[in-house]
T-cell receptor
């Protein structure tokens, strides 16, 4: 059972376009993390958000945590081929477990 | 050492054989996690250690799976009598003990293929 649903599941866009990936849940999380994973490698942490309504920017990537701490979004501006990968959100609950989303596979075409 | 390491990176085995994977966490991290990931899906939690104590186990962890962290440093994950459905990427992550929202850092994973 996946507590976190991501949409879209697959996304293929042209270089230079903007995109948004969504991570939704009916559960409240104490923190939420975004990762990018390339084929055959482990996930690499991009950002952690902890406060409802928080917005963090990492160069062309903007992350937002929902006010109720149940959802999050990742917006990429002017996507580049190097952004290609599997984007995963993961929610931290009150215990020590992290619950991962279903993933969004992004392909940026040059 | 600047990251989590896992060995081997790839393992191909025949159904029914036993396999063991190793994870070396970041040295000052006392929390260690094992996950399983199938193609195109997010990682699924298997088990969690704090120091040498195994504190949480998922229902996914059948009795054919066992994990240890004998000295609170490296960890091993053993799968006995492997089945084709065990084919997956097995990921290890470590996390420092301080902080409610401390982040977990992943190793490169071990890709298991059961023939």
């Amino acid at each position: 059972t996946q507590l976190l649903e991501q949409s879209p599941q697959f996304l293929s866009i042209q270089e230079g376009e903007n995109l948004t990936v969504y991570c939704n849940s009916s559960s409240v999380f104490s923190s939420l993390q975004w990762y990018r994973q390339e084929p055959g490698e482990g996930p690499v942490l991009l950002v952690t958000v902890v406060t409802g309504g928080e917005v963090k920017k990492l160069k062309r990537l903007t992350f937002q945590f929902g006010d109720a701490r149940k959802d999050s979004s990742l917006h990429i501006t002017a996507a580049q081929p190097g952004d290609t990968g599997l984007y995963l959100c993961a929610g931290g609950a009150t215990g020590n477990q992290f619950y991962f989303g279903t993933g969004t596979s992004l392909t940026v075409i040059p | 050492d600047t990251g989590v390491s896992q060995n081997p990176r790839h393992k191909i085995t025949k159904r029914g054989q036993n396999v063991t994977f190793r994870c070396d966490p970041i040295s000052e991290h006392n929390r260690l996690y094992w996950y399983r990931q199938t193609l195109g899906q997010g990682p699924e939690f298997l088990t969690y250690f704090q120091n040498e104590a195994q504190l949480e186990k998922s229902r996914l962890l059948s009795d054919r799976f066992s994990a240890e962290r004998p000295k609170g440093s490296f960890s091993t994950l053993e799968i006995q009598r492997t089945e084709q459905g065990d084919s997956a990427m097995y990921l290890c992550a470590s996390r420092p003990g301080q902080g409610r929202v401390s982040e977990q850092f992943f190793g490169p994973g071990t890709r298991l293929t059961v023939l």
